[in-house]
């Protein structure tokens, strides 16, 4: 099946620093999606994206797909922005999401 | 809009036992899929539904089963509770699986 590697596994930063999480898949896909999982659990939908690039506020991502990547980018990042962070796929149309395992960042004051 | 709810937040149940955890979606979302997450192997599909009908399942033994009913509510239950069933089950609904999936907050399934 798919294989999802997120790159780095854990991320250290002073606010206000910029950051860039990488996410690789093995193959095609037909739904990429990044989320934000805060620490009560809830995964928040930061960006739908299978290709292209999209920006929201401080945040923005970008989805190669003929090379199998997607790139999350915060810039200017505070300390609500600590978390984990996931990359999902679907594949094949077959209903589910394979992920990641994460990056988990924290921001330091 | 209201999101996709998750109830109970929190359970705790004794081996053995068996639990029901229920999910609604967002209004007109058709399909409800279920995550287990646990510190060791992070986020694994359970199984997906998609107007009552199920049409992928993870690689979970028998004991966990769900239904999706006609207004797309699902349910999952867990059958003969064991302490690795412990975990955070997760709820997502979508339009329809190719499209943006919105999480609900989790029920937090501790097996004593």
């Known amino acids: 099946g798919i294989q999802v590697e997120q790159s780095p596994p854990d991320l250290i930063l002073q606010e206000g620093a910029n950051s860039t999480l990488r996410c690789n898949f093995s193959?095609?896909?037909?739904?990429l999606q990044w989320f934000h999982q805060n620490p009560w659990g809830q995964l928040i939908n930061l960006f739908y994206i299978p290709s292209g690039t999209k920006q929201n506020g401080r945040l923005s991502a970008t989805t190669v797909a003929t090379e199998r990547y997607s790139l999350l980018y915060i810039s200017s990042s505070q300390t609500t922005d600590s978390g984990v962070y996931f990359c999902a796929v679907e594949a094949n149309s077959n209903y589910q999401l394979i992920w990641g395992a994460g990056t988990k960042l924290i921001i330091k004051p | 809009k209201a999101g996709v709810t998750q109830t109970p937040r929190y359970l705790i149940k004794t081996r053995g036992q068996q639990v029901t955890l229920s999910c609604s979606p967002i209004?007109?979302?058709?399909?409800v899929s279920w995550y287990q997450q646990t510190p060791g192997q992070g986020l694994q599909f359970l199984f997906e539904y998609f107007s009552e009908t199920q049409r992928n399942k993870g690689n979970f033994p028998g004991r966990f089963s769900g239904r999706q009913f006609s207004n797309s509510r699902s349910e999952m239950n867990v059958s003969t509770l064991e302490l690795g069933d412990s975990a955070l089950y997760l709820c997502?609904?979508?339009?329809?699986?190719?499209?943006?999936?919105?999480f609900g907050q989790g029920t937090r399934l501790t097996v004593v």
């Open positions: 193959d095609s896909v037909n739904n």
């Open positions: 997502a609904s979508s339009r329809n699986t190719d499209t943006e999936a919105f």
């Open positions: 209004s007109g979302h058709r399909s």
